[in-house]
Nanobody, 115 residues
């Protein structure tokens, strides 16, 4: 089993930046990739950014050029750096990890962007 814990969310003014973290713990043999999703009130969960270890990196058009997904192997942590934040970026951000070909989800972290 793998546990994912997000952190780094909060309240930020429009134009500001945030760096979200997703720390993985537990036992696994293979890390296959990770992604960040978000869900705004009244909307469906949407993919923000994702990478596969042996594949491409994807960014939603809404965050392309403003966001970077990365990882620190030594810390088993995946990050989402977001800049030039907009009020429409307000949502709960969820980390998704693919370990041993199984999907795992974190509990989410709230990001609120004020205008």
């Amino acid at each position: 089993q793998v546990q994912l814990v997000e952190s780094g969310g909060g309240l930020v003014q429009a134009g500001g930046s945030l760096k979200l973290s997703c720390a993985a713990s537990g036992r696994f043999f293979t890390f296959n990739g990770a992604g960040w999703y978000r869900q705004a009130p009244g909307k469906q969960r949407e993919l923000v950014a994702r990478f596969l270890v042996y594949g491409n990196t994807y960014y939603a058009d809404s965050v392309k050029g403003r966001s970077t997904i990365s990882r620190d192997i030594s810390k088993n942590t995946v990050y989402l750096q977001m800049s030039s934040l907009k009020p429409e970026d307000t949502a709960i951000y969820y980390c998704n990890g693919l370990y041993d070909s199984r999907d795992y989800w974190g509990q989410g972290t709230q990001v609120t962007v004020s205008s």
